[in-house]
């Protein structure tokens, strides 16, 4: 009885060591792909919305407590040369013993406007029955200046009346 007992603990115990959960392994570059944007239309100037992506990084250095830097760009494609934004990584805790992190950023922004359909230089007019189209394109930068790679995302419509 003993005997059985002993081989199945031992069974039992190679089988919990090996149904471990593995850590991933990402690489030190961060990598970002798109989510979705909480609504897809906003209301010019009075609307907001908020951009949704995931991002993974290896060596885990992406929003550090202090960091000040601006590391998030968006870019508004619309026009050229392009509107660009610059947000703030916020604080992202360790995920255990490994240093690689990977989660969901968010990012906030409001007062959109739309572009005249007839004259490109000239923003926020209203505009009957007219939802402005933006596509934006996303990139985010490590604390050790890697760039991720660049991200496009779904369309944003901006109603303009």
């Not at 290896?58 to 407590?65: A, E, I, M, N, S």
């Not at 508004?76 to 992190?101: A, E, L, M, V």
């Not at 934006?136 to 991720?148: E, L, T």
């Amino acid at each position: 009885m003993k005997k059985i007992l002993g081989v199945s603990l031992l069974i039992f115990s190679c089988y919990y060591w090996m149904s471990c959960d593995k850590p991933p392994i990402y690489e030190d570059t961060p990598f970002i792909s798109w989510v979705a944007f909480s609504v897809d239309t906003v209301q010019q100037l009075s609307g907001g919305v908020v951009f949704k992506f995931d991002f993974t990084d290896g060596d885990g250095d992406l929003g550090q407590d202090g960091d000040t830097a601006n590391h998030i760009i968006i870019v508004d494609t619309r026009r050229t040369p392009n509107d660009t934004s610059f947000y703030k990584i916020p604080t992202i805790q360790q995920q255990g013993i490994i240093s690689g992190i990977s989660g969901q950023l968010e990012v906030s922004a409001s007062q959109i406007c739309g572009i005249d359909q007839n004259n490109p230089l000239i923003l926020c007019q209203n505009q009957p029955n007219y939802f402005d189209p933006i596509v934006y394109k996303i990139r985010i930068k490590d604390n050790a200046g890697r760039w991720s790679n660049e991200i496009t995302t779904d369309t944003l419509y901006v109603k303009c009346f």
